[in-house]
């Protein structure tokens, strides 16, 4: 008798499982959670969850809830292989993330073979989209066109000739790098240093004497606000007080807090200022009485969820290839305005601004 009990409690369970299951659809929200990059990613993360509870609040997906399955990759590439091959395995219909472009491309071939859709709000390696997946997204720009900008504003604006370039190594860091030297020696510029360093090193006055030497008038930085923020720091404290330029891994509060009073002359390529955008306030007050202070990555997250459920619900399924299909014929409505993706999933036009930093707060100088 006990026996047939634990049997038919067995069958219940396992009943509303798949009721459960036939109830909700499964999003991945995947990205660095933990470590250096940490706040960074999960400040995306937690974008796309507001607007999956949003979603949920209003009805959910399809007449479905949406389930999330949250992992943290710890923005390494072997790791976010395991990741994206635990999160295949849970059913997910669709995959919001990486964020780092060495999680983003080895991982995008497991969702792939697994036909699971896929958006990155934050990777910008120009190999994301160049690898040919039909159901790969990024709802950002490229590296490519961040470093043409950097480099533009620097020959441009700033009338500099000789260059140095410093990178993390990574493959966001070491691609946006060579992007910049490339379209800089193409303007008729002089790259007089160009060398990487390890992605934990904090250590650059080797780096800094060797730009000295070379009689670099501005330094390109390939890498993230981690290391960013003391390499502008330990340039200043050594009288060394060349315009650094970078991307968008260096635009984060954190930066804010470790350049402390060092932080005139540097000059961050990335998109529009989302405080002057009137459509973007209410997720910005959303956000911040949930998470505290905004980040820019956030509405990334949050728009990338948006788009994603958008087209899936106009399409009427889940099916990867044909919610992709309707992302690439059709504009989406974003925080910042309506986009388009291109036949590769990239953005028909990227929008992008020279920021700088005054009296310790991130401002638009273009």
């Known amino acids: 008798m006990i026996k047939h009990y634990l049997l ?34 999960s400040a995306m993360i937690y974008g796309s969850q507001i607007a999956i509870e949003e979603w949920n609040a209003k009805g959910g997906l399809l ?18 292989v395991a990741v994206a091959q635990e999160i295949s395995a849970q059913g997910v219909v669709a995959v919001l993330g990486h964020f780092n472009s060495g999680c983003t491309i080895p991982s995008s071939t497991i969702y792939h073979e697994n036909q699971i859709l896929q958006i990155t709000p934050g990777s910008t390696n120009p190999k994301v989209t ?10 950002v720009g490229r590296d490519d066109q961040v470093a043409l900008h950097a480099a533009d504003y620097a020959l441009r604006k700033l009338k500099i000739k000789k260059f140095a370039v410093l990178n993390n190594k990574t493959t966001y860091g070491s691609g ?26 904090l ?38 007080n060349i315009p650094l330029l970078s991307g968008d891994g260096m635009m984060n509060s954190e930066l804010l807090k470790s350049l402390g009073n060092y932080g005139e002359n540097v000059f961050i390529s990335f998109w529009p200022d989302h405080h002057q955008i009137p459509a973007a306030q209410p997720f910005i007050q ?30 009427g399924t889940t099916q990867a290839d044909q919610v992709s299909a309707l992302l690439k014929s059709q504009p989406f409505e974003t925080l910042f305005g309506a986009i388009e993706f291109d036949q590769k999933g990239d953005l028909k036009k990227v929008n992008l601004k020279v920021w700088t930093v005054r009296a310790g707060k991130f401002v638009v100088v273009d």
């Not at 479905?64 to 590439?77: L, N």
């Not at 670099?216 to 890498?223: C, I």
Request: a negative charge.
């Open 8 to 41: 038919l409690s067995i069958l219940a369970i396992g009943l509303i499982g798949c009721q459960k299951s036939e109830d909700t659809i499964k999003i991945g929200l995947a990205g660095v959670m933990t470590g250096s990059n940490g706040q960074i990613g």
């Open 63 to 80: 007449g479905k809830r949406i389930e999330m399955v949250v992992r943290d990759d710890e923005g390494k590439p072997e790791k976010a």
């Open 130 to 139: 160049e690898q040919g997946f039909a159901t790969l997204f990024r709802l």
């Open 176 to 201: 946006v790098a060579e992007e910049f030297r490339k379209y800089a020696l193409s303007q008729g510029a002089e790259i007089v240093l160009f060398d990487g360093v390890a992605e934990q090193e």
């Open 203 to 240: 250590d650059f006055r080797a780096n800094i004497a060797a730009m000295k030497a070379k009689g670099a008038e501005a330094l390109f930085w390939g890498g993230m606000y981690d290391q960013g923020g003391p390499l502008v720091v330990q340039m200043r404290q050594d009288g060394f």
């Open 286 to 315: 959303k956000y911040v009485a949930k998470y505290g202070a905004i980040e820019p990555y956030s509405l990334y997250g949050y728009d990338a969820a948006n788009v994603l459920f958008t087209a899936i619900q106009k399409t």
